[in-house]
Nanobody, 120 residues
Framework: QVQLVESGGGLVQAGGSLRLSCAAS????????MGWYRQAPGKQRELVAV???????NYADSVKGRFTIFRDNAKNTVYLQMDSLKPEDSAVYYC??????????????WGQGTQVTVSS
């Protein structure tokens, strides 16, 4: 069983910063990509940033220049550094891992979500 444990959400004023982290545990043997999605009330879940193994990060246009995604592969952990936060960044942020367990096909795994609220 693969588990994704997220932390780092909270309440921050506009212009402030937060760092989210997500650690993947369990018998995951191969990771293709790690990333973050978010979902605001009444809206669809959207990609925030993703970083494939051995590749370059991709960001949603709305967060380019403000958010940075990075990984610690030794710890199977992905981080999202969020700077210059805006009220429209308020959402539940979900960690995403695409990978595989031993002898199992590649699958998508999701964290439980962490709330980020940016006050104006």
């Amino acid at each position: 069983q693969v588990q994704l444990v997220e932390s780092g959400g909270g309440l921050v004023q506009a212009g402030g910063s937060l760092r989210l982290s997500c650690a993947a545990s369990g018998n995951i043997v191969s990771i293709n990509a790690m990333g973050w999605y978010r979902q605001a009330p009444g809206k669809q879940r959207e990609l925030v940033a993703v970083i494939p193994t051995g590749g370059s990060a991709n960001y949603a246009d709305s967060v380019k220049g403000r958010f940075t995604i990075f990984r610690d592969n030794a710890k199977n952990t992905v981080y999202l550094q969020m700077d210059s936060l805006k009220p429209e960044d308020s959402a539940v942020y979900y960690c995403y891992v695409r990978g595989s367990r031993a002898w199992m096909p590649t699958n998508n795994y999701w964290g439980q979500g962490t709330q980020v609220t940016v006050s104006s």
